[in-house]
């Protein structure tokens, strides 16, 4: 139910698009219950979700949990106190930040994300939540591109993800 | 548990903060047994969610009416072929895509944002469903502020909210 679309954004890149699985009602609630089944049994407090695809499974997740549900966002999107985290690009460097009352120290964290690319943004996200005390428990994403070698970044840590894509 | 934030994002402004409401696992879930409530009995056939915090509640509401989500996203966003539609802002205009393919004609939506202010935004989502063939059953947000008079810009469609401010 994901899409291939050839050359987005930029020409060479095949995008891997989960609108199509998103609009499937089926594929949405299995991919929904899928990662939910991943993460019932590890006693989380809390979702974190990266800005902005994240939001929609993050969201998800946590409701199916019972749990509370915390936002990374790009700079200047937080209203109130935030901590922050630069990472690379392959060119230049961008910015994440959380608020800063978002996690209580102790708190057992599920960090969620669409897509494991070469996993800079979520690994920022990661620090993020470290530095606000919280403890990762699990990584989830919809889709990893393996053959970027993103997982690498996330040794310390539970890394699951529904599809796996081998080679563009 | 709705937090306020004054002078942001410019001096004068009260922003109204749903991420305390987000992290608080029984405010949080409240919320979404509430928006679900309103629209469990409506036979609705997809949620549309605008970006990005609109993917939040949208998700979820989709996730337990157990139908689809689609996404509207500003321009560029979306890989595939879209619609767009623009809109006047207090300086300037703004633009929204959805996918052409994302909505089948008469596909009863409910279209979701956090937060009613002047309507442009969301009155824009409702045009855009409209042209790929959707037909509005209810649009829903968290936040109305009813002294900006946003509502009126949905005078044919059934409105919901969760809380009303009537002054800054």
Known sequence: ????????????????????????????????????????DLHIDKVVGIDSRGFIFGGILANKLGIGFVLVRKP??????????SYSLEYGEDTLEIHKDSIT?????LLHDDLLATGGTARAA????????????QVSFIIELAF?????????????RLVTYDSE
């Open 105 to 109: 120290p102790g708190d057992r964290i």
């Open 1 to 40: 139910m994901i899409r291939n679309v050839p050359d987005f954004p930029k020409k060479g890149i095949m995008f891997r698009d989960i609108t199509t699985l998103l609009k499937d009602q089926d594929s949405f609630r299995k991919s929904a219950d899928a990662l939910y089944d991943f993460s019932k």
């Open 148 to 160: 970027l070698g993103g997982k690498d970044k996330f040794k310390d840590y539970v890394v699951n």
């Open 76 to 85: 200047g999107k937080l209203p109130a106190e935030t901590l922050s985290q």
């Open 126 to 137: 990661c620090d993020l939540i470290e530095k606000a005390g919280g403890i990762i428990v």
